[in-house]
């Protein structure tokens, strides 16, 4: 959380900055403090704290202070550490899964839960679900479609800019889209979310947070992940978006309740009878 409120502080308010600056210099002081409290020692008005809390991701104060207090208290063992040119094996190994697993960590206390109900909402209505991304973002949005269309629902994935932005101009209102992005600023990705959203569609953004496609989406999940993309391809970011995909398809499961099982298991004789058995060994 407290990443998240450095990220944002040069697209907050003037007041907002100013609360964001207090809560950088005090946070656990702030973890035990009221929104009345808080806005008499930061000397700005409730409804800025309010309107702060939905700049860093919050849906109010009560859920801002809980994943501050989480931050606080767990300390993100993020690890950011440039595998040397001579590094050894061992050390590439270690090296690269340390920061995966930092990094997943860090999605998971900055997540947030009303969001994800939020989307899980959108997707249990919709009449069809794309799933659109570029590049690393196109891979985890097929990985994504992969899951989803096993739980019977209408889903296709797209990673052609081309592709994708005719389809958006098709959808309609009922009909949702899963954005997939490490940056949240490629533009063909954002020409699209727009046309979707014109078309009546609902948008699910799976992004950095304080980016233009996160403000464009109907429901923002963050992915605030720390990674050098000038240098590398997207590689802790990647891991991230295919675990929020994770987690909405199980949302997804859950809902769809006791249709499930049949569906799966329909799917799954057809994968059985494309197999080798072990006679003749």
């Known amino acids: 959380m407290l990443n998240r409120i450095e990220a944002t502080l ?15 210099d005090a946070p656990r002081e702030v973890v035990d403090l009221s929104m009345n409290e808080l806005a008499e020692r930061a000397n700005v008005s409730q409804p800025t704290i309010a309107r702060f809390c939905q700049a860093v991701g919050c849906s109010g104060y009560r859920e801002f202070k809980i ?7 767990q300390g993100v063992p993020f690890v950011h ?13 270690s090296k690269v899964l340390d920061r995966t697993i930092g990094s997943l960590m860090q999605v998971r206390n900055n ?26 973002s196109g891979i985890a949005a097929q990985d994504m479609q992969h899951k989803f269309f096993r739980l019977g629902v209408p889903a296709v994935a797209y990673s052609d800019p081309h592709v994708y932005g005719m389809s958006a101009a098709l959808l309609r209102q009922g009909d949702v889209v ?10 063909d990705l954002l020409e699209a979310v727009q046309l979707a959203r014109t078309a009546g569609a609902s948008v699910i953004a799976i992004t950095h947070s304080n980016s233009p496609l996160a403000r464009q989406a ?12 000038d240098v590398y391809s997207p590689l802790t970011s990647r891991i991230a978006h295919l675990a929020i995909g994770d987690v909405l398809a199980v949302g ?11 569906q799966l298991a329909r799917a799954k004789e057809v994968i059985n009878r494309r197999r080798t058995t072990n006679e003749g060994r």
């Open 218 to 229: 109907s429901v923002a999940l963050f992915a605030d992940v720390d990674e050098d993309t």
């Open 252 to 262: 997804m499961a859950l809902r769809l309740g006791d249709r499930l099982p049949a």
């Open 81 to 93: 550490r440039d595998v040397r040119p001579d590094e050894p094996v061992p050390g590439i190994a």
């Open 178 to 187: 899963v954005a997939i992005s490490n940056t949240g600023r490629t533009q």
């Open 111 to 136: 997540l947030s839960p009303d969001s994800i109900g939020q989307a899980i909402e959108l997707l249990a209505g919709a009449r069809r679900i794309e799933f659109y991304g570029a590049g690393a």
């Open 10 to 24: 040069t697209q907050l308010r003037p007041s907002e900055r100013k609360l964001a600056t207090y809560v950088l």
């Open 67 to 73: 994943r501050l207090a989480q931050g606080i208290a």
